[in-house]
């Protein structure tokens, strides 16, 4: 049986190689816990140094890549990771905005795993992080054995762990969520809030909770699953793409 776990998604359309938004993520973590201050830095498998302070953190931020195709030479931002393996144990990587061959956009992304830590405010920290990323969706949710069974690439199931929008739909409400850009105007914050869940505008939208607490998800399922269904139906009917819970025996 998998273990349970915290996954916290956030993408954003916006620049994110500039160091300002390198310096406000990082920031986030330290604002909310000594706890979470990383350890090491890497750039894809190769660790480039331990982690000495925000400030010291820049030249690794952004980095440029050279790759020569068919005669082309062009550059990519490479993006970061940084790990900690005491008390808060977590492994965060950031995949910066770019540009294709054809020049659409790639959007940028913040992805972080975490041991389960039941002290940890991920809460403060999604709120932050979404608002440093300037993000047009993210999602913060603790993986307990109800939903974190193997399942295969390009199911819902899968989306939902790594926040895959499809044409604009979600694939489902994760403990904590952060709707900016389009998804802001899916939020009715007096509704939701009447209905007696915690929202809270951030930045240029909203996060919304399922529950008080995250350790509810993995300490009373059934609790968290009801609350979950009364929730989406404050939403329009399509945004989610998972209409069922799991079964709970």
Same mark, same amino acid.
């Given at each position: 049986? /998998? ?15 500039? &160091? ?18 990383? #350890?090491?830095? %890497? ?16 030249? %690794? &931020? /952004?980095?440029? $890549?050279?790759? !020569?195709?068919?005669?082309?030479? *062009? ?14 144990? %977590?492994?965060?990587?950031? *995949? ?14 913040? +992805?972080?795993?975490? /041991? ?5 405010? &991920? ?22 054995? %109800?939903? +974190? !069974? #193997? ?6 199931? +899968?989306?939902?762990? $790594?926040?895959?929008? +499809? ?23 007096d509704i939701v809030s009447a209905a007696g869940f915690f929202v809270r505008k951030v930045g240029k939208g909203y996060w919304v909770q399922v529950t008080e607490n995250i350790n509810d998800v993995a300490s009373n399922f059934p609790f968290f699953s009801e609350r979950r269904i009364e929730l989406k139906s404050l939403f329009r009917d399509d945004l989610f793409l998972i209409k ?6």
């Amino acid at each position: 049986m /998998a273990k349970d776990e915290i996954r916290f998604s956030a993408l954003t359309r916006e620049n994110t190689t500039d &160091w300002s938004v390198g310096q406000r993520v990082l920031q986030a973590f330290e604002d909310v816990s000594s706890q979470l201050v990383p #350890e090491a830095l %890497y750039q894809w498998e190769d660790k480039v140094g331990p982690f000495e302070s925000v400030e010291k953190t820049e030249p %690794y &931020w /952004a980095q440029k $890549a050279k790759i !020569q195709t068919n005669g082309t030479l *062009s550059e990519f931002p490479i993006g970061l990771r940084w790990k900690r393996s005491r008390a808060v144990k %977590y492994e965060a990587e950031v *995949s910066h905005t770019d540009q294709d061959i054809k020049g659409n956009l790639i959007e940028g992304r913040l +992805n972080i795993h975490a /041991a389960v830590h039941r002290k940890t405010d &991920w809460g403060g920290l999604g709120m932050r992080l979404s608002a440093a990323m300037d993000s047009t969706v993210a999602m913060v949710h603790c993986f307990s054995s %109800y939903e +974190n !069974q #193997e399942c295969r690439f390009g199911t819902l199931e +899968n989306d939902f762990r $790594a926040l895959i929008v +499809n044409n604009g739909q979600l694939p489902n409400l994760g403990w904590g969520m952060f709707f900016g850009g389009e998804f802001a105007q899916e939020v009715e914050p007096d509704i939701v809030s009447a209905a007696g869940f915690f929202v809270r505008k951030v930045g240029k939208g909203y996060w919304v909770q399922v529950t008080e607490n995250i350790n509810d998800v993995a300490s009373n399922f059934p609790f968290f699953s009801e609350r979950r269904i009364e929730l989406k139906s404050l939403f329009r009917d399509d945004l989610f793409l998972i209409k069922d819970e799991p079964k709970v025996s």
